[in-house]
């Protein structure tokens, strides 16, 4: 069964910075794209950043780019959301997903529970 | 950045009722156009992948169609766990975009 387990989240100060993660399990983690999504309260999903099988093609959405990175380590099965300089408006629940596939044409097929992000003073 | 409009943004049906929900991108996406539903408190869950594909273990009452820039999610006979918000999604390019959402309310 395909796990995503997420942690890392919580409250932080605007400007602050914070780590989120993703533990994959249940799958050949190295084989597949992963994507970060993120859905404030009460609204829609917005797509954050994506990053291939191999690391080779990392995307970002123009609201995050520069102060966001996206990074995985195939050899934990891990996926990681690094981010600073942190906004109000980056509060939101932040979802890990894995792809259908290596990056081509992404479908989001396995979603991890989510995680908190908070950013106020 | 491909532009994501979905109609209607919300939407009262009945058990049994048939539903479409319509997704028109600003520009061609050939087929490669996923729909998701997210019901309260949960996450997303891919129900069909470029275009018309049934994800597995979704229920054969859900159909996707369309093609260009053009989409549209059919349920066929609404059952109370489909009750949720749907949002489409374009693959064509990596730069993903989103929906703005349709919620799917009892009426």
Known sequence: EVQLVQSGGGLVQPGESLRLSCAASGFTFEDYAMHWVRQAPGKGLEWVSSLTWNSGIMEYADSVKGRFTISRDNAKNSLYLQMKSLRTEDTAFYYCAKDIAGGSYPALVNWGQGVLVTVSS | ?????????????????????????????????????????????????????????????????????????????????????YYCQQSYSTLISFGQGTRLDIK
């Open chain 2, 1 to 85: 950045d491909i532009q994501m409009t979905q109609s209607p943004s919300s939407l009262s049906a009945s058990v049994g009722d048939r539903v479409t929900i319509t997704c028109r991108t600003s520009q061609t996406v050939t087929r490669y156009l996923n729909w998701y539903q997210q019901r309260p408190g949960e996450g997303p869950k891919l129900l069909i992948y470029a275009a018309y594909n049934l994800h597995s273990g979704v229920p054969p009452r859900f159909t996707g169609s369309g093609s260009g820039t053009d989409f549209t999610l059919t349920i066929s006979s609404l059952q109370p766990e489909d009750f949720a918000t």
